[in-house]
Nanobody, 123 residues
Framework: QVQLVQSGGGLVQPGGSLRLSCAAS????????MGWYRQTPGKEREWVAA???????NYADSVKGRFTISRDNAKNTVYLQMNSLSAEDTAVYYC?????????????????WGQGTQVTVSS
């Protein structure tokens, strides 16, 4: 079982910045992909950014050039640096990790979500 704990978020003025963190714990064998999603009331969860284990980062068009996803493999943590925030970025943000876990062979595939953190952009 892989648990994710998110931190960061909160209230920020338009044009401001925030950084979200998501730390994974448990019997982690591999972390193959890390990503961030967001959701607003009445809408489906929207993909924001992703960083695979060995590939390049990818971003939704709506955040490209403003958000940066990064990972610290030693800490099993993924970050989302959000700059030039606007009201349209207001949402609950979720991290997602995929890989394999377990203390014994064979490892089991996991697809875990963080608890969500509110980001509100308002003056």
């Amino acid at each position: 079982q892989v648990q994710l704990v998110q931190s960061g978020g909160g209230l920020v003025q338009p044009g401001g910045s925030l950084r979200l963190s998501c730390a994974a714990s448990g019997s982690i064998f591999t972390i193959d992909a890390m990503g961030w999603y967001r959701q607003t009331p009445g809408k489906e969860r929207e993909w924001v950014a992703a960083i695979p284990s060995g590939g390049s980062t990818n971003y939704a068009d709506s955040v490209k050039g403003r958000f940066t996803i990064s990972r610290d493999n030693a800490k099993n943590t993924v970050y989302l640096q959000m700059n030039s925030l606007s009201a349209e970025d207001t949402a609950v943000y979720y991290c997602n990790l995929q890989g394999y876990s377990g203390s014994y062979f064979p490892p089991k595939k996991y697809d875990s979500w963080g608890q969500g953190t509110q980001v509100t952009v308002s003056s």
